[in-house]
């Protein structure tokens, strides 16, 4: 091996601002970037990928340890995998270590390395048997060699002689048959695991209608200029159909594709609808499925490589950006919009729809964004020339979008006209749908029975000893139990206070009380409930989604879960009670959200030519947003929202890091936080205005014991903005070194 070869750098799955230097054994043959190679860091054994070959250490050559051993059976990390971390750390202000620990889990790591050994004892374990196999085959030729011997001894047309050639033939079958099971475990280790593979698809099956043909060329133009496409559809005017045409003719000309829906929810429906045209082919992958079938896609797109196949289409959530891809053509961001993209924590604290953009870079590839309700950053993109807006403004099954109707809760309440937290009219309205044998769904954003308990004597509200939130209250066969929605916490129910021992009463409804209004309101109905709660197994959810596609189910109570994506051709009311909670979010985006939230819900219903009607209880039934919903113009709503946006000099005007300081102590926390609001405030210095907003307290300010303060900073979008960027994690790293401080700060770059 040549001496330059001789020193690696390594990335650790670790937050480490740099990759340590390695030596390799003088007996190494060869290695390259990618390679995975166990070292020692820190007293303790990681599992690094290899990011450079041939350095020139920066430290002393005595000071740098030797690899502890090349992990051979570990599969390669590609170039462009690498490639997207450092993106990634470096946008969204962490290491690459951290992004190299999300797409590899340590657990996946540990699995890997188990599955190698599993391999090794299955192997072992097959040897034997056939090895047992063969040995019984012998056994019994040997047995039949016998009994010919002996029959040859016996004297023609004897009954002996008879018997024996009996026993001949018996053993002979007997031989034939251990002989066919031998070939089968033979062969089927030669087999192994099959894989996908896409031959003979093409771009058939589906016929576009006029808009979607005309939408389709304007698409194909936008990637010709090189550009990703913002494709605003209303919903239900056949976005997905335009979706899984492109991806056709990607897999067709032999390239692979990513389509990425925000949560898992809706990759069930899309499943079923993409896999009849990818002859049921489709990868599918989410952080919520088991590590087994988690490692089986990424060896379905790994395998694809190895082998030089062509069209693989994975179907995910954000955490498929980090599958080994290769070669992709077109990348799909269905729903754009939806803040789900975002991972909160821990780090890589990135959102997947820019990461999309990221990858779509590295492989050249064509991205297309969609959604009925786009980002503003997204239009903002469109109109600067970045990205192309292409629009499409009918509806499929030719329908105008559902009417909205706002009924005013406080005027109904003085009129004694609300039963619970229905309306007369709303109760009618249900009653008039499902007598037509149509479905309804009522969105309602708090989950539990009820969101807050508080005691009638003294005022006092049950708040989660940990958190400062208000604990709600869940029923169920055994009373029920209160529960913070924040950390986790539980205690079993009792309806006295603990301080004064005064009655507990229950304010507001949650998903759980709606259900069980709506089925007391509507004995006939079948009601079903669709929230976290609900879904926390998994088969039951699709099970409830797919109850209700086929009708069993007649009216779904559920969160914002029930608004995204799904397709139901006979749901024509759609209702949002409470909806004010939606508003209710001390955050600039609220009113954005809240228009998305509820033009999707809208968009759900009436999608088969019936024209649907979304009605909304509020109590505030002259907020802006109803207005702008009302008149049918999100167009319109945004060009609003967007130039409320440039006044205030929010995003996508400007770039928003936000720093995120928690501790148990909360004097501490209060001297900290200030002094590196200070500290921050003096790299900005020579900016018009000061860009740093806070310390300031979040609306929740303490979770798991940990009290929270907020420092946000607003970087205009300039040429500067990257060093900008770069200063303010210099600032933090230097704050936590020289405070010693560490484990305190986060920094949350674009926070939605
Ligand atoms: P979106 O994704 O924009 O909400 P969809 O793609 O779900 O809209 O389309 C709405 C409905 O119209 C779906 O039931 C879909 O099957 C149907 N549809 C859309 N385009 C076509 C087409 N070209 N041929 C047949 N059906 C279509
Ligand atoms: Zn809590």
């Known amino acids: 091996m040549m001496e330059t070869q001789k020193f690696i750098s390594v990335i650790l799955p670790l937050k480490l601002e740099w990759e340590p230097c390695y030596s390799l054994p003088e007996d190494t043959y060869e290695i390259c970037v990618g390679q995975r190679v166990k070292v020692r860091f820190a007293f303790k054994e990681y599992i690094g990928v290899v990011s450079a070959v041939g350095i020139t250490p920066e430290i002393a050559v005595e000071r740098i340890q030797s690899i502890v051993s090349i992990e051979e059976g570990l599969e390669k990390i590609l170039p462009e995998e690498i490639e997207l971390w450092r993106k990634v750390a470096e946008y969204y202000l962490c290491t690459s270590g951290e992004v190299y620990k999300a797409a590899y889990p340590s657990g996946k790591v540990n699995l890997e390395e188990a599955r190698a050994a599993a391999i090794s004892r299955t192997m072992l374990r097959r040897e034997r048997l056939l090895e047992g196999m063969r040995e019984k085959i012998r056994r019994l030729e040997e047995r039949l060699e016998k009994k010919e011997a002996m029959t040859a001894r016996t004297r023609e047309g004897t009954k002996a002689r008879l018997m024996h050639t009996e026993g001949s033939e018996k053993l002979r079958k007997e031989i034939n048959m251990a002989k066919e099971a031998l070939a089968a475990a033979e062969s089927s280790r030669e087999t192994g695991t099959q894989t996908a593979s896409y031959q003979g698809i093409s771009e058939s099956g589906i016929v576009l209608n006029n808009a979607q043909k005309e939408a389709y060329d304007r698409i194909c133009e936008g990637f010709g200029n090189g550009k990703p496409v913002l494709l605003h559809g209303v919903t239900g005017s056949g976005k997905t159909e335009i979706y899984i045409k492109l991806a056709q003719k990607t897999i067709a000309e032999g390239r692979n594709v990513l389509y990425l829906v925000p949560e898992i929810a809706l990759s069930r429906q899309l499943e079923e609808r993409l896999n009849v045209h990818f002859g049921g082919k489709v990868i599918t992958y989410h952080s919520g499925e088991s590590a087994a079938r988690r490692r089986a896609a990424a060896e379905d797109v790994r395998s694809h490589t190895d082998e030089g196949r062509s069209g693989y289409i994975v179907l995910g959530t954000r955490s498929s950006l980090f599958l080994p891809h290769h070669d992709l053509g077109l990348i799909v961001v269905d729903e754009e919009h939806d803040s789900s993209y975002k991972q909160d924590s821990p780090a890589p604290r990135y959102n997947g729809r820019d990461t999309a953009l990221m990858l779509s870079t590295i492989h050249g590839s064509n991205i297309i964004l969609g959604s009925a309700t786009p980002s503003l950053e997204e239009l903002y993109n469109c109109s600067i020339g970045k990205h192309t807006l292409v629009r499409l403004e009918e509806r499929y099954h030719a329908g105008e979008s559902a009417g909205v109707m706002i009924i005013d809760t406080k005027a109904e309440r003085r009129k004694k006209g609300m039963e619970g937290n229905f309306s007369r009219k709303l109760i009618s309205l249900i009653r008039e749908t499902l007598s037509k044998g149509e479905q309804v769904m009522i969105l309602r954003s708090r989950r539990a029975w009820a969101p807050v308990l508080q005691c009638d004597e003294c005022g006092k509200i049950v708040r989660c000893p940990h958190c400062n939130v208000s604990l709600s209250y869940h029923k169920d066969e055994k009373g029920g139990f209160i529960a913070c929605h924040y950390c986790g916490f539980r205690s079993s129910y009792s309806d006295s206070c603990t301080s004064c021992g005064g009655h507990l009463k229950n304010l507001g ?230 405070r010693r401080y560490d484990g305190h700060i986060t920094i949350n770059v674009d926070p939605v």
Do not use: W
């Not at 998994?538 to 189910?553: D, L, N, Q, V």
């Not at 009605?615 to 130039?643: F, K, W």
């Open 509 to 738: 409804a949650g998903t759980q009380r709606i259900e069980e209004e709506a089925s007391r309101l509507f004995p006939e109905a079948v009601v079903a409930r669709l929230d976290s709660d609900a879904t926390q197994n998994k088969t039951y959810e699709s099970k409830i989604i797919r109850a209700f596609s086929k009708g069993e189910i007649d009216i779904l109570v559920g969160t914002q879960m029930v608004t995204k994506g799904f397709d139901f051709s006979n749901l024509t009311l759609v209702a949002a009670i409470a909806a004010d909670t939606l508003l209710g979010l001390q955050d600039f985006r609220a009113d954005e959200k809240a228009l998305q939230v509820l033009e999707q819900f809208r968009g759900r219903c009436g999608r088969r030519g019936r024209r649907g009607l979304f009605i909304i209880q509020t109590s505030q039934p002259d907020h802006p947003v109803y207005s702008r919903l009302s008149s049918g113009n999100i167009g319109m709503a945004c060009t609003e929202l967007m130039s409320e946006r440039q006044e205030f000099g929010y995003p996508p005007y400007t770039r928003i890091v936000e720093v995120i300081l928690k501790d148990t102590d909360e004097k501490r926390l209060t001297v900290m936080s200030s002094r590196l609001a200070d500290e921050l405030s003096g790299i900005t210095d020579r900016m018009k205005d000061n860009p740093v907003e806070g310390p300031y307290m979040p609306v929740t300010d303490k979770i798991a014991d940990q009290h929270i303060r907020a420092i946000r900073i607003s970087l205009p979008k300039d040429r500067n903005l990257k060093k900008r960027k770069q200063k303010i994690l210099n600032v933090v790293h230097k704050f936590e070194k020289d």
